[in-house]
């Protein structure tokens, strides 16, 4: 017999997403992906959209609304701008994730961090988000039209009285978790550049470790589904696109 460990049954695969790198896939309903700030003060700026009818995707605005939130956090749900939930948030050890920030662009970065340009670093060359998810985005034949309110996993940002919006450096550890069930198949469109309020002087972006699993079966009295009467619509909502019994 082989001396090397089994996987774990739900287990189905994993990697590593380096500072300033983009990405983007598939992530199947009744699975968990997993993201992970392997150093501390990442930021994983994400775009979700629906696999089957692309320009259904996630909405911010209604996410909060139907919340009563400023941010996301366990037991969050993420809402489409069709009124059903893309993904939800079963566990999280960091507390808060931005979705009101927004994404740096070329203009901003430069201003920031100088130039530093794939002719001089290769693939160590500066990036911003917008453009990374744009490229990502063009892989699915989206384009700039998909570029809504996105999702900055691992910052906090605090919104004072005045309206000002404020980054909390240091917010997110290394080995912070947080851990999104997907309801809807989704395409997920990912950047690891920093984020666009974050003041540090320097460019200096933080890989995280994405891990994909089965998730258990999502029963009547899960925590998602009964944070608010909005969560169990837009979960209904989803089962019946789907074709399925939403009572089971």
Same mark, same amino acid.
């Given at each position: 017999? !082989?001396?090397? &460990?089994?996987?774990? &049954?739900?287990?189905? @695969? ?8 983009? @990405? !983007?896939?598939?992530? +199947? ?7 992970? *700030?392997? $150093? ?12 089957? %009818? ?11 609304? #139907?919340? =009563? ?15 059903? %939930?893309?993904? !939800? ?6 507390? @808060? ?33 917008? *453009? ?7 892989? @699915?034949?989206?384009? #700039? ?11 906090? %940002? +605090?919104?004072? *009285? /005045? ?8 917010? !997110?550890?290394?080995?912070?978790? %947080? ?16 984020? &666009? ?11 995280? $470790?994405? /891990?994909?699993? =089965? ?14 009467? $909005? ?15 939403p009572n089971e």
């Amino acid at each position: 017999m !082989s001396d090397f &460990p089994k996987p774990k &049954p739900s287990f189905i @695969w994993s990697e590593i997403l380096p500072g300033g790198a983009h @990405w !983007s896939g598939v992530i +199947r309903r009744g699975t968990v992906l997993r993201l992970t *700030d392997l $150093e501390g003060n990442a930021n994983v700026a994400m775009l979700i959209n629906n696999l089957e %009818v692309k320009n259904e995707r996630y909405n911010m605005p209604d996410t909060l609304k #139907a919340q =009563k939130t400023a941010f996301l956090t366990a037991p969050n749900m993420c809402f489409s701008d069709m009124g059903r %939930v893309m993904c !939800s948030i079963i566990a999280d050890t960091c507390g @808060w994730h931005d979705t009101l920030g927004g994404l740096s662009n070329a203009s901003l970065v430069q201003k920031k961090y100088g130039i530093k340009t794939y002719q001089q670093a290769h693939n160590d060359y500066f990036k911003n988000a917008y *453009d990374s998810l744009l490229n990502e985005l063009g892989k @699915w034949g989206l384009n #700039a039209s998909d570029v809504v309110p996105n999702i900055n996993w691992f910052s906090k %940002v +605090r919104i004072e *009285d /005045s309206g000002q919006m404020t980054f909390v450096p240091n917010h !997110s550890q290394a080995g912070s978790t %947080v851990d999104l069930r997907f309801e809807m198949d989704c395409i997920v469109c990912l950047s690891t550049v920093q984020h &666009p309020l974050d003041p540090n002087i320097y460019y200096a972006p933080k890989p995280v $470790e994405l /891990s994909v699993s =089965k998730a258990n079966p999502v029963l009547a009295d899960d925590p998602c589904r009964k944070h608010r009467a $909005e969560n169990e619509r837009a979960y209904y909502n989803t089962k019946t696109y789907y074709g399925e019994n939403p009572n089971e």
